[in-house]
């Protein structure tokens, strides 16, 4: 049972490189979500998706990009990274109307540098 | 909005010691509360929740209490071990559209033996 997982785990670019994080998830769950972990400013929601081919911007989205083609994935994108993007990234998942009872399943973290 | 507010961190304790970490909210309506753990290197995990006023949520020893009135769901837990060591995430959900949830600020918890 992988839950959700993220891939990579780890990444150094470039500032102006571009990259796509992979968050993929085995348990059929609808809602998927993308935040990022800066130190002293908890988690921020860049963007979410509530179903197969949506997506929705969150609090944080500029500089990002996300794709949501098959439900079990959903992926981030940074066209040009800059050095304010270096930060832990989190893809998270849940089932529809779950999430008032029973939160989300994280992934482990993508820690992306950019220098 | 929906924010919340977790009290800063880091907290240093010795083992067995009481723990205490507060969290209170802002919100519309009436949100589901829910405390996350995530140890060094790895995603959060799910420590416990509550759902409605004067719920009582508790795993691992630690519990929480859904405080309508004070708007607050502080984690406690009567001692601490050394295992306890991550960083405690309070959240929110505010059962509306995609039910997002809001994430506290964290408090990073080291206990020494």
């Known amino acids: 049972n992988a839950g959700v997982t993220q891939t990579p785990k780890f990444r150094v670019l470039k500032t102006g490189q571009s990259m796509t994080l992979l968050c993929a998830q085995d348990m059929n769950h609808e809602y998927m979500y993308w935040y990022r972990q800066d130190p002293g400013m908890g988690l921020r929601l860049i963007h979410y998706?509530?179903?197969?081919?949506?997506?929705a911007k969150g609090e944080v989205p500029d500089g990002y990009n996300v794709s949501r083609l098959k439900k079990q994935n959903f992926l981030l994108g940074l066209e040009s990274a800059a050095p304010s993007q270096t930060s832990v990234y989190f893809c998270?998942?849940?089932?529809?109307?779950?999430?008032?009872?029973?939160?989300?399943?994280f992934g482990s973290g993508t820690r992306l540098t950019v220098v | 909005g929906n924010s919340v507010t977790q009290m800063e961190g880091p907290v240093t304790l010795s083992e067995e010691a009481f723990l205490t970490i507060n969290c209170t909210y802002t919100?519309?309506?009436?949100?589901?509360l829910f405390w996350y753990v995530q140890y060094p290197g790895e995603g959060l995990q799910l420590l416990l929740k509550?759902?409605?006023?004067?719920d009582k949520g508790s795993n691992k020893g630690f519990e929480a209490t859904y405080r309508k009135e004070t708007t607050s769901f502080h984690l406690e837990k009567g001692s601490v071990q050394v295992s306890d060591s991550a960083v405690y995430f309070c959240a929110l959900s505010d059962r509306s559209g995609a039910q997002k949830l809001v994430f506290g600020q964290g408090t990073r918890l080291t206990i020494n033996p």
């Open positions: 998270a998942s849940s089932y529809e109307a779950a999430v008032t009872n029973y939160g989300y399943t």
């Open positions: 509550a759902t409605k006023a004067d």
């Open positions: 998706s509530v179903g197969e081919g949506t997506t």
């Open positions: 919100a519309t309506g009436y949100p589901s």
